[in-house]
């Protein structure tokens, strides 16, 4: 019959379908947080159209998620209340994937299981993670809405294919029924089951409910068992993590919703969770991952901030919470003077939502510097270790205006401090070499914080190999009489390190910042000077190397410039359409001639950069 359709996954679906069950192995567990998560985001998204619609409720507004399992049918089911889905959305929504950046993420993987596993946690691959125990799943659903007998079943072996028939169901919302493998004995276990529950879960602000069950002795010297009362009792706190005091949460259960919001399979380096108090009230909770994603310079990549309006899930991809460069950061951000119908558009206008941006920006720079300031030492690499002092450069984060700090400042004991400061130590370079470049587009586009994020640029430098120089560092090494702090920019560190314009540093033993990352250029347009000194390209201009040069040196260079005169008009004659001037250098000491740029003119480098990109 014409209700009952055999169709096929998308190509892309199947090969994901049969990575997740090898890759994911391993951490088996996760499936349950993610259909726990679908059923949460289905009752969300049921409460957001209830807004303007009331009657999807259907005289059923209290929302839960229950978990039900079979001993004998080998099956666990996961049901929710929420919005539920019509025939059409099963297949588009459980037969494909709709997510962009799909083709690409799949060449990524690698075959090697645990590089895929990461990557693939960061990808998300949510519903399809139920065939890591199940060899079978069924999908019973009815859209809020649409009446009884337009509900759909959705039945998978999660091979190639999938089939749809048309049911009738009275209840609104989804259950989802795992068939489970031989080897997943373990999930027919309440106490399992609510263990995993509160692991990943917990945060959940929905109620998920397990029927309970009591001891029944076995009759005729069988073994007793585990018999269901009938009775139904709440297995999560059931309220929404960040609005919990800071004391009630522990570490773990930050590091748990992390991985929960961000399908990162590694712990954050940092969070900071806070109620900010004020003419805008809002309560952040904001986390630095420790890996940089995939799709980090993908530009249609959506925000890691989701917005929620007193509890209630807004929405996912909020990019008006936090300006551009800081989009590497994830977290929540629940307002409560927000209208619950905000549409992204009145997003981008609201007086609210710009407090919320700039109390959150703050907040996020106040914790980089404070792991800026916990770092001690620069990562191991081979030459040119420096130590980073960097504790001058970096102000203690100024207390944010009206933020009251949910944790109770209870006095760390002194070793206990000393312990955290050594793990901490190396955190500020994980950052950085994960998502300085990002850091460094904020120079251009947030000029209220400019200062601040200068202060926590590191780069390589003629003494240091690896990026690890801060311009404060820099500052506290220039020689007497210096007053430029000099960089270069290059392709790469060994272009940059043997470029004859530095000749005459090295000669004089004067640092030189080497940078290389394709962003400088462009975001160093926007900085020319760092507390007071201002910066000077060593490619650009007559370098002047002002008091740092001795009489004599400027007399003899004096008197070249006088003597090969009539050399450089003839030089200048020669190469009129090439160059715009010659002339005598105190630049090089070995190299007999090298290219500068005029100042203020576009250096070599972003002419080359703007040349590749075809303009
Ligand atoms: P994501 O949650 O990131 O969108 P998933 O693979 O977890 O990706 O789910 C795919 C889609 O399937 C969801 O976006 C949703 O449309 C649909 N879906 C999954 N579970 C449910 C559910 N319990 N109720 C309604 N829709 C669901
Ligand atoms: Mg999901």
Redesign the pocket.
């Known amino acids: 019959d014409s209700s009952n359709t055999k169709l096929p996954f998308q190509a892309e679906v199947a090969q994901l379908l049969h990575l997740v069950t090898h890759a994911l192995y391993s951490n088996k567990e996760i499936f349950l947080r993610?259909l726990i998560?679908?059923?949460s985001?289905?009752c969300d998204k049921l409460r957001f159209e209830a807004l303007d619609h009331p009657a999807l409720y259907e005289d059923q507004p209290d929302l839960d998620v229950r978990l039900t399992f079979d001993k004998a049918a080998r099956t666990l089911t996961i049901t929710?209340k929420?919005?539920?889905?019509s025939r059409q959305?099963a297949i588009d929504?459980?037969g494909t994937i709709a997510k962009s950046g799909t083709k690409d993420f799949m060449s990524r993987l690698s075959g090697d299981q645990k590089a895929d596993a990461q990557l693939i946690g960061q990808f998300?691959?949510?519903?399809?993670s139920g065939f890591i125990v199940a060899d079978k799943i069924t999908v019973e659903?009815r859209r809020a809405g649409l009446p009884a007998d337009q509900g759909v079943r959705w039945v998978s072996g999660g091979a190639g294919d999938f089939e749809v028939a048309d049911i009738t169901r009275a209840a609104r919302?989804?259950s989802?029924t795992l068939h489970l493998r031989d080897d997943a004995d373990e999930y027919l276990n309440a106490w399992k089951l609510k263990q995993i529950v509160g692991k990943y879960s917990d945060h959940i602000s929905l109620p998920i409910l397990m029927e309970k069950e009591e001891w029944k002795d076995g009759e005729n010297d069988q073994p007793g068992d585990m018999v269901k009362t009938g009775e139904w009792e709440t297995v999560n706190k059931a309220n929404a993590l960040w609005s919990r005091p800071k004391k009630d949460i522990t570490a773990e259960q930050y590091e748990e919703f992390y991985k929960s919001i961000s399908h990162d399979f590694e712990a954050p380096l940092a969070w900071s969770h806070n109620r900010v108090e004020g003419s805008t009230e809002y309560t952040q909770l904001l986390y630095i991952p420790s890996k940089a994603p995939f799709d980090l310079w993908n530009r249609d990549k959506s925000a890691g901030v989701k917005l929620y309006v007193k509890r209630v899930f807004i929405m996912d991809d909020a990019e008006a919470l936090l300006p551009n460069y800081l989009r590497f950061v994830k977290g929540v951000i629940d307002s409560a003077d927000l209208p619950l119908n905000v549409s992204r558009e009145l997003l981008q206008e609201s007086r609210d939502v710009k407090a919320i941006r700039e109390g959150s920006t703050k907040r996020v720079l106040s914790m980089l510097e404070d792991l800026a300031k916990k770092q001690k030492t620069a990562p191991e690499s081979g030459e040119g270790k420096v130590d980073v002092g960097s504790g001058e450069s970096v102000p203690a984060p100024e207390p944010t205006e009206g933020v009251t700090d949910v944790v109770d400042k209870n006095t760390t004991p002194a070793a206990e401090a000393a312990a955290e400061y050594a793990d901490e130590s190396g955190k500020f370079a994980r950052f950085y070499a994960e998502f300085g470049a990002v850091l460094k587009e904020g120079l251009g586009e947030d000029m209220g914080n400019r200062d601040r994020i200068a202060k926590l640029l590191r780069f390589a430098s003629t003494t240091s190999d690896v990026a690890s120089v801060s311009f404060a560092d820099y500052k506290a090494r220039m020689k007497e009489g210096q007053d430029a702090i000099y960089y270069i920019t290059a392709d790469n560190l060994a272009a940059a390190k043997n470029s004859p314009q530095l000749e005459v540093f090295k000669k004089k033993g004067i640092e030189v910042l080497l940078m290389t990352d394709r962003v400088d250029e462009w975001a160093l347009n926007y900085l020319n000077e760092f507390d007071g000194t201002p910066l000077q390209s060593v490619a650009k201009g007559a370098v002047d190397l002002g008091k740092l040069q001795d009489e004599a040196e400027k007399k003899a260079a004096e008197e070249a410039a006088e003597s090969f005169k009539p050399l450089l008009e003839k030089l200048k004659e020669a190469l009129k359409d090439k160059a715009e001037d010659v002339r005598v250098t105190t630049r090089l000491v070995d190299s007999p001639a090298c290219l500068v740029v005029e100042d203020g003119g576009m250096s070599t480098q972003l002419a080359r950069m703007l040349k590749q990109a075809g303009q």
């Not at 929420?82 to 889905?85: F, Q, S």
């Not at 998300?124 to 399809?128: D, H, L, N, T």
């Open positions: 993610e998560s679908n059923a985001d289905a929710d929420g919005i539920g889905l959305e929504n459980l998300g691959v949510g519903f399809y659903s919302g989804t989802i």
